[in-house]
């Protein structure tokens, strides 16, 4: 799972039944430091966030379990809001890729 931070929400009058009741949002790809680094995606909202939110989303299966009991196509999900980031460890440059690549 990844922290993103919520950028728009996307057009979505038309989609799969399997995904009915739910919004499609697009989301940012941040780095520790919460800032953009110009990847984005589509994921299904699973919790009601707002535009501006921190959010962490789930990929693959995990993120189709989020939809449980809904059988729509999903690869990514968001499934929860991020009050506060804390980053423990020191980030260098040589590490800094295992924190934003998926």
Same mark, same amino acid.
């Given at each position: ?16 039944d399997g995904l ?16 953009? #680094?110009?990847q984005s995606l589509?994921? %299904? !909202?699973?919790?009601? $966030? =707002? +535009?501006? *939110?921190?959010?962490? @989303?789930? &990929? ?6 989020? #939809? ?5 196509? %999903? !690869?990514?999900?968001? $499934? =929860? +809001?991020? *009050?506060?980031?804390? @980053?423990? &460890? ?13």
């Amino acid at each position: 799972m990844k922290g993103r931070r919520l950028w728009a929400s996307s057009l979505d009058s038309t989609k799969q039944d399997g995904l009915s009741g739910f919004k499609l949002m697009i989301v940012e790809l941040i780095n520790p430091c919460e800032q953009e #680094i110009g990847q984005s995606l589509v994921a %299904v !909202d699973t919790v009601g $966030v =707002g +535009i501006g *939110d921190l959010v962490l @989303v789930a &990929r693959g299966g995990a993120a189709r379990k989020a #939809i449980n009991p809904c059988e729509g196509p %999903v !690869d990514a999900a968001i $499934v =929860g +809001i991020v *009050d506060n980031m804390e @980053v423990s &460890r020191l980030i260098t440059r040589q590490n800094l890729h295992d924190f934003v690549s998926d």
